[in-house]
């Protein structure tokens, strides 16, 4: 629901425009994300662009709807509690599509919260969820997901909010307990995002 999906007719492409000027298909996905298309051969994957497509004989919104149920089979593993007393869960599948389950909020669905659901996905095969109304839970989001940039492939993200299926921003006022923790967290990850 984040995004509308448009079924676009390939192009006619010469066989001399196949290569390099092929684009990449996506779409911005919560103000700081994109969702692309990926063909997982096992060993290795690529992004598929729009000559791919085109050979395929598939549109764009063909492709991500086959996408969208193969993300939904591979993605059975549940979320376990990360300690005893606190509204924290991690997850991690065995793959590095971890951050493409955020297309998937019935997910979230079985988690119990009493506030809203707020997710981090800080590396390419981890992801974590905290209660917004579990003031520890949330500071151990922020301490787990800073620890976890120093890891290889680190994703540069904000902290998002799941709200009637959309995720959103999380976005804290300055009265909040953990608004210093928050901005903190948001600027460096800002800083990775303009280092990388």
Sequence with gaps: KNATLFDEK??????????????????PFCDQLAVGLIYDKG?????VRDVELWDWKMSFKQAMELAMENLRAISTRDFRVVEEGLNLWVTAWPDEHTAARLLLPELF?????????????????????????????????????????KQPRPIPMQPMVLRKEVWEPFVLK?????????HLFCLAAMNVTYEQ
């Design 43 to 47: 060993e290795s994957y690529m992004h």
């Design 109 to 149: 669905e079985r988690l119990k919260v009493r506030g809203e659901i707020v997710m981090m996905t800080p590396t390419a095969d981890r992801m974590l969820v905290a209660d917004s109304a579990d003031k520890d839970a949330l500071l151990a989001l922020f301490e787990i997901s800073s620890s976890l940039r």
């Design 10 to 27: 390939g192009q006619n492409r010469s066989e001399k425009s196949r290569g390099f000027d092929s684009l990449l298909l996506n779409f």
């Design 174 to 182: 300055p009265n909040h307990p953990c608004y210093q923790e928050w």
